[in-house]
């Protein structure tokens, strides 16, 4: 192993000042010292050294081939030893601390569990605060920064910036009652002939279905109106009249109290994005948790996406 005779690293810190500046005085000013101080450091590493950094005068301060070589290596060596206590520090904060997190109950109850339990098992020491809201909601936690970034639906808005985690298409489920034949696709016209069963007009969800409609010139109903996926599903399994789901929601509907179609005219799907607030740097430990939910929902849905939204 190399050792370094007897050089002071702060010798060396005060050499680089000095170097850039080209002027005891203004190195002085910098590191809040006097020239006399300044002087003294560099003298005493040049001593060390046995060699002449600096070519003085009473009008400049220039560096001599050596003083060069030294500047160039230790640029270097300090730049190393940054980036180490950087990384060592950044590899602690990840292992402790806490972090929290906005999500879509859709999100929240399908696909974060097992990435949560493996996260928490990873980390142990991370205290993880997770809060189920709607868009609306969501979007003004982030803007807020009650939470340190949110999951749920891709939207717009200036103060945020989104990247799609998944892209899934939205299905109607339709009682079998509502259905004169063995159909496996429905419009959404036909669909609006029924009772619809809507989330209320807080939810990304309803601004999908609502738009769709509208841009279609149809009538939106406003008799059925719940907060709940859940209960979206139940009552329409109960036969009370239609939906429109996302095709994750609707894996353990019960297949001879409601049945799923594919929906055309148009086809329909909605965006799922980690939302962070723009040019906001995460904390490594909710960096890291950030990183892993876009990985691991990509990676168990076939619904992924892995372009950027």
Excluded: C, W
């Excluded at 060596?77 to 060592?88: D, F, S, V």
């Excluded at 002939?193 to 601004?207: E, G, H, I, Y």
């Excluded at 490594?284 to 619904?303: G, H, N």
């Amino acid at each position: 192993m190399d050792v370094i005779g007897n050089v002071n690293m702060k010798l060396l810190q005060t050499f680089l000042v000095v170097a850039e500046q080209t002027s005891f005085r203004l190195a002085g000013e910098m590191l809040h010292r006097s020239h006399s101080s300044v002087s003294a450091q560099i003298m005493q590493l040049e001593a060390q050294l046995d060699v002449l950094l600096f070519e003085r005068t009473t009008r400049s301060v220039k560096l001599t081939e050596e003083g060069k070589q030294l500047r160039d290596s230790a640029k270097k060596a300090l730049y190393e030893i940054r980036l180490g206590i950087r990384r060592i520090r950044e590899t602690n904060d990840i292992k402790r601390g806490q972090l929290s997190l906005a999500s879509s109950p859709n999100l929240a109850s399908i696909h974060l569990p097992p990435v949560l339990t493996e996260f928490v098992r990873d980390f142990p020491e991370i205290a993880v605060s997770i809060r189920e809201l709607t868009s609306h909601d969501l979007y003004e936690a982030v803007r807020k920064k009650d939470v340190d970034f949110a999951i749920g639906p891709q939207g717009e808005d200036e103060a945020l910036d989104f990247t799609t985690i998944m892209d899934e298409p939205l299905h109607a489920l339709v009682p079998p009652h509502f259905l004169d034949s063995l159909q496996d696709s429905i419009t959404l016209a036909e669909l609006s002939r029924f009772p619809m069963l809507l989330q209320t007009t807080a939810t990304a969800m309803r601004r999908l279905v609502d738009g769709a409609m509208q841009a279609q010139g149809l009538h939106v109903p406003t008799r059925y109106q719940f907060i709940q996926a859940e209960t979206i599903i139940a009552m329409a399994e109960a036969g009370l009249g239609v939906a429109i789901q996302p095709a994750s929601r609707l894996a353990k509907v019960n297949p001879t109290r409601a049945k799923i179609l594919n929906l055309v005219e148009p086809t329909m799907s909605r965006k799922m994005a980690l939302i962070t607030l723009r040019n906001q740097k995460l904390s490594p430990a909710a960096q890291r948790l950030a990183d892993k939910i876009v990985e691991d929902v990509r990676a168990m849905t076939s619904y992924n996406s892995t372009v950027p939204g």
